[in-house]
T-cell receptor, first 110, second 116 residues
């Protein structure tokens, strides 16, 4: 079993839709949870960062962490074609090494 | 957010030559930088952890003599692919670890290496 599981997609939605991206993990020591967005042939860009459990909102993006279920989510409201990218969840514990999900490819159709 | 600059963005070289990739944290100091390799449609694979002033720590299966890492200052780490071969062709990405605000890594834009 992988430490972090992420549905690879691809996920295709119409413009304006709400997108839900999810990751599950097995290591209860993880405390730091991140979502990165990666456009084709570019480096990952940090979207959201959460420490421990809880919700965090930034514009159209909301990140949720449920440590009791070992489950994290990223919601994108009013999705735009410019949101089309690969979304990577990442997490870490006491060390500063990040463990990545496999990434979900999202396409927002105009 | 913090800015990490990676250079070059694309390099083509002949088999047997060496290629150096630079990673700079522009507006923060990074005691730790990371080097990743990414194959098409796959996630990032950690190659090594680079600590300022000490030897890099390589992940299992990564040849340290093949991928030389130097972290001479708090804002610069370099990866040198020595005697490159076509199988080394890949997308290489660096990240810098910021101590401010939690355990966050900021990534460079990546370097596409093509070995002929």
């Amino acid at each position: 079993q992988k430490e972090v599981e992420q549905d690879p997609g691809p996920l295709s939605v119409p413009e304006g839709a709400i997108v839900s991206l999810n990751c599950t993990y097995s290591n209860s020591a993880f405390q730091y949870f991140m979502w990165y967005r990666q456009y084709s042939r570019k480096g990952p860009e940090l979207l959201m960062y959460t420490y421990s459990s809880g919700n965090k909102e930034d514009g159209r993006f909301t990140a949720q962490v449920d440590k009791s279920s070992k489950y994290i989510s990223l919601f994108i409201r009013d999705s735009q074609p410019s949101d089309s990218a690969t979304y990577l969840c990442a997490m870490s514990g006491a060390t500063n090494k990040l463990i990545f999900g496999t990434g979900t490819l999202l396409a927002v159709q105009p | 957010g913090a800015v990490v600059s990676q250079h070059p963005s694309w390099v083509i070289c002949k088999s047997g030559t060496s290629v150096k990739i630079e990673c700079r944290s522009l507006d923060f100091q990074a005691t730790t930088m990371f080097w990743y390799r990414q194959f098409p449609k796959q996630s990032l694979m950690l190659m090594a952890t680079s600590n300022e002033g000490s030897k890099a720590t390589y992940e299992q299966g990564v040849e340290k003599d093949k991928f030389l890492i130097n972290h001479a200052s708090l804002t610069l780490s370099t990866l040198t692919v020595t005697s490159a071969h076509p199988e080394d062709s890949s997308f290489y990405i660096c990240s810098a670890h910021s101590l401010a605000g939690g355990n966050i890594q900021y990534f460079g834009a990546g370097t596409r290496l093509s070995v002929l």
